[in-house]
Nanobody, 116 residues
Framework: QVQLVESGGGLVQPGGSLRLSCAAS????????MSWSRQAPGKGREWVAT????????IYADSVKGRFTISRDNAKNTVFLQMNSLKPEDTAVYYC?????????WGQGTQVTVSS
């Protein structure tokens, strides 16, 4: 079955950087686009970024454009989210997702806290 395991979250100061990783298994990773979404306290889930299967096309939410970079390593079945210039409003649980033929799968999430 599909498994998505996020890691790399933690506490970082405003303006700092963090890189999240998502280890994927249970599907042919290299044939699917991958995404990151997040959920801040008291808010719904917000889409953050998507990368196509080859990794050469990337799209971002306006809120993170220019600060975050999504990437993937198909040889390692891993997708990354490099987060720079972090702001307190980036504080959220970050989730890795993939949409297969019948369902969208979510990982367990990793907490990112941006605070001084």
């Amino acid at each position: 079955q599909v498994q998505l395991v996020e890691s790399g979250g933690g506490l970082v100061q405003p303006g700092g950087s963090l890189r999240l990783s998502c280890a994927a298994s249970g599907f042919t990773f290299s044939t699917y686009a991958m995404s990151w979404s997040r959920q801040a306290p008291g808010k719904g889930r917000e889409w953050v970024a998507t990368i196509t299967s080859t990794g050469f096309t990337r799209i971002y939410a306006d809120s993170v454009k220019g600060r975050f970079t999504i990437s993937r390593d198909n040889a390692k079945n891993t997708v990354f989210l490099q987060m720079n210039s972090l702001k307190p409003e980036d504080t959220a649980v970050y989730y890795c997702t993939v949409t297969l033929t019948t369902a969208t799968h979510w990982g367990q999430g990793t907490q990112v806290t941006v605070s001084s």
